[in-house]
């Protein structure tokens, strides 16, 4: 198997699809308050999505080994990692929780995630902040080592070295990868490693970067309902994932909306 490289044509399909997957975050945004479900979040997750004629990749998802996954995305709250599934516990003021959305536009996947405060910034204190901002900027810290001719260990030890300086700790057993017109293909974009190794990136290459960032050790487990992870220790755990091409020059990030987050201060466009 090698990595697919896409054409302008293919390329401008994921412009599309990433743009509707940003727009739904952006959309989700403003009903993560306290006292909200995970599930009524989920059901206008899925409500925006076929309305716009798109279809939620993860409903019914089923690699080897797990059942299919019963809803339209997915909502890792606190200490769980990822792929925790929508339920009907309210989210408290002071909660930090992953929506990781997947809409499938045309054919093509759009796949990104990012955190919400419930109950806004000021609710959490500054030391839960400090990971998500640290757990978002590490995200960035990896997409600005893409361009032609880097190696995706470049981006994993961007990533681990600005984690870990901050004495937190970088997931190993979930990575990036691949996507298009299938969901989950190669490469795998490992969080963590060496300058110079692994595959060399080439223009029309198409991956995502999602760091998992715990607060306190890296190790994982699974919960009780076969999909969600949860750190063992029970510290706090940070994502946040973006699609983006490899272009001649660098990099575009395809999962932009208007309302993301700010891009930290290094950054100085979602293109290069
Ligand atoms: N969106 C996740 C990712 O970033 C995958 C979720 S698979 C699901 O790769 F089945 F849990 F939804
Ligand atoms: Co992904
Ligand atoms: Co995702």
Redesign the pocket.
């Known amino acids: 198997m090698s990595i697919k490289i896409h054409t302008p044509e293919e390329i401008e399909h994921m412009r599309v699809a990433g743009r509707f997957a940003g727009e739904l975050l952006d959309y989700l945004a403003p009903f993560v308050v306290p006292g909200v479900t995970t599930n009524e979040l989920d059901r206008l997750c899925a409500e925006y999505t076929t309305s716009r004629g798109s279809v939620s990749?993860?409903l019914n998802?089923a690699p080897p080994g797990?059942t299919p996954?019963p809803k339209s995305?997915?909502t890792s709250v606190n200490h769980q990692v990822?792929?925790g599934i929508p339920n009907d516990k309210p989210l408290k003021k002071g909660d930090i929780v992953n929506i990781?959305?997947?809409p499938i536009t045309n054919g093509w996947h759009g796949?990104s995630?990012r955190m919400y405060i419930v109950g806004g910034e000021e609710a959490a204190p500054p030391f839960v902040s400090r990971l998500v901002r640290v757990t978002y900027e590490s995200m960035w810290l990896g997409i600005q080592q893409v361009k032609p001719g880097a190696h995706l260990g470049d981006i994993g030890h961007a990533i681990q070295q600005y984690v870990e300086g901050h004495g937190y700790s970088v997931v190993r057993e979930f990575c990036g990868?691949g996507t298009g017109q299938e969901?989950?293909t190669e490469p795998q974009v490992l969080h963590y490693g060496k300058p110079g190794t692994l595959e060399e990136l080439q223009p029309g290459m198409i991956f995502?970067i999602?760091p998992m960032v715990n607060a306190g050790r890296r190790e994982i487990k699974q919960g009780p309902d076969g999909?969600a992870i949860v750190t063992k220790d029970r510290s706090l755990s940070a994502q946040f994932?973006h699609t983006l091409v490899v272009t001649e020059t660098g990099y575009e990030v395809l999962t932009v909306s208007p309302g993301m987050p700010a891009l930290p201060d290094f950054v100085s466009s979602t293109k290069t």
């Open positions: 990749a993860p998802y797990h996954y995305m997915c990822c792929h990781d959305v997947t796949d995630s990868h969901f989950h995502t999602e999909w994932e």
